[in-house]
Nanobody, 124 residues
Framework: VQLQASGGGLVQTGGSLRLSCVAS????????MGWFRQTPGQGREFVAA????????EYADSVKGRFAVSRDNAANTVSLQMNSLQPEDTATYYC??????????????????WGQGTQVTVSS
């Protein structure tokens, strides 16, 4: 499975962005999906995840109420809607696929496939 993330960019504080992750070479309906972010010198931080089936979601406390993860299995796409962006949200964002994850998974080492990352920069 190859994952292609897009939608990053430069936005002012309080603005919004929508990230998309499109899969090829496999059907996303078989995978739990997650979003992580990373800043230079830091490890990958969990942002949000959606389970393989059932639609259960989980969010990092830092983004709860501002970000929303969704999936469209027919389009083989998972999205991350990011609202009320803050400078501390600045990072490279990665999508990832976790085969048949029964619950939303916040641990990066459980994921099987990763996208290439898309940069989000929030100016103050």
């Amino acid at each position: 499975v190859q994952l292609q993330a897009s939608g990053g960019g430069l936005v002012q504080t309080g603005g919004s962005l929508r990230l998309s992750c499109v899969a090829s070479g496999g059907a996303l309906r078989h995978y739990g999906m997650g979003w992580f972010r990373q800043t230079p010198g830091q490890g990958r931080e969990f942002v949000a995840a959606v389970a393989w089936r059932g639609g259960a979601t989980e969010y990092a406390d830092s983004v709860k109420g501002r970000f929303a993860v969704s999936r469209d299995n027919a389009a083989n796409t998972v999205s991350l809607q990011m609202n009320s962006l803050q400078p501390e949200d600045t990072a490279t964002y990665y999508c990832a696929a976790d085969y048949q994850a029964p619950v939303p998974d916040r641990f990066p080492w459980n994921y099987d496939y990763w996208g290439q990352g898309t940069q989000v920069t929030v100016s103050s």
